[in-house]
């Protein structure tokens, strides 16, 4: 019994802290993946690189002196001109396209291959890390966690509640789904759909630029690291359901869940693999994932 009280205590408890404090990182960026998606119907496959722009920006202003503390809300106020002029010089101008799915799709994959070359000739190939603004660890019930995971934890419930706030229970969210819903009858109710879609774009990356910001004192700043990271928060988005605020958040917390508890009996270079066979049997048994999308929920 002492032992079964030490294993939860000493190696669950921890692993599955560390599992919370990614999965609120994972559901940052797929919030605004799913976003996007569910708004402006792109799949936006440079959303990871802009994860990794915020990141960036946040180690070099780092550089410059700015605390950890501005940088929280510098960052992503920062993403907003990224957000609107990738819109309105290269989405926008395909929206209307014959195969405009494949064509969003290949466009902002280039563009991806844009940034992290681009990134790689700034700050050079070799991985950084910054400094971790909480230091230290706490004790909760005899157990012994990091105060920035849980700092990330809770910065992360706190940007959840804000984001469903925003799209459920205001007039700004109203348009926003009215807009995804029926763009020409939203036009036609003088909802400013260009602007909408304007600012909803520069809004899931500045969820993105906060996620790099939260996360690069723990997993490092390197040019590929939003490849790496993009793959999750893609599994997150389609197992949550294309375009759904809490689908994101409910697989992006049970599948960092599920990677990190496999790691305690298996080998960690398996966990992945493990989530993407749940995106697998998602697709092939409800394949609208487990909610529905934003213009609909």
Do not use: K
Not at 24 to 50: P, Q, R
Not at 161 to 182: E, S
Not at 238 to 259: E, K, P, R
């Amino acid at each position: 019994m002492a032992d079964l009280v030490s294993y939860l205590q000493f190696v669950l408890a921890p692993q599955v802290v560390n599992g919370l404090a990614l999965g609120m990182a994972v559901v940052l960026v797929a919030l605004g993946l799913t976003i996007i998606f569910g708004l402006l119907d792109v799949i936006n496959m440079s959303h990871g690189e802009f994860y990794a722009v915020g990141a960036f920006i946040a180690l070099a202003l780092g550089w410059l002196g700015l605390s950890f503390w501005l940088l929280l809300f510098l960052v992503p106020l920062l993403m907003i001109p990224f957000g609107v002029l990738t819109e309105r010089l290269l989405i926008r101008r395909v929206y209307d396209g014959p195969d405009r799915h494949v064509t969003t799709l290949l466009l902002t994959f280039g563009l991806s291959l844009i940034i992290e070359e681009l990134l790689s000739i700034v700050f050079g190939p070799n991985t950084q890390r910054p400094a971790t603004p909480l230091r230290g660890a706490v004790e909760l019930a005899g157990v012994y966690m990091p105060v920035y995971r849980l700092f990330l934890i809770g910065i992360g419930v706190v940007v959840i509640l804000a984001v469903a706030w925003i799209v459920y229970r205001t007039r700004l969210g109203a348009m926003v789904r009215a807009a995804a819903y029926d763009r020409d009858m939203a036009g036609s109710l003088g909802v400013p759909v260009s602007l909408v879609y304007s600012g909803t774009f520069a809004f899931g990356l500045m969820l993105a630029g906060l996620a790099g910001v939260l996360l690069a004192p723990i997993y490092s700043v390197f040019p590929t690291m939003g490849r790496d990271f993009i793959l999750i928060a893609f599994t997150v988005v389609i197992v949550g359901g294309m375009g759904s605020i809490w689908g994101a958040v409910v697989a992006g917390l049970a599948l960092t869940q599920v990677q990190a508890l496999a790691a305690l009996v298996i080998s960690p270079v398996w966990t992945d693999p493990i989530v993407f066979g749940v995106m697998v049997l998602c697709l092939m048994f409800r394949p609208q994932g487990l909610f529905g999308r934003l213009g609909h929920a």
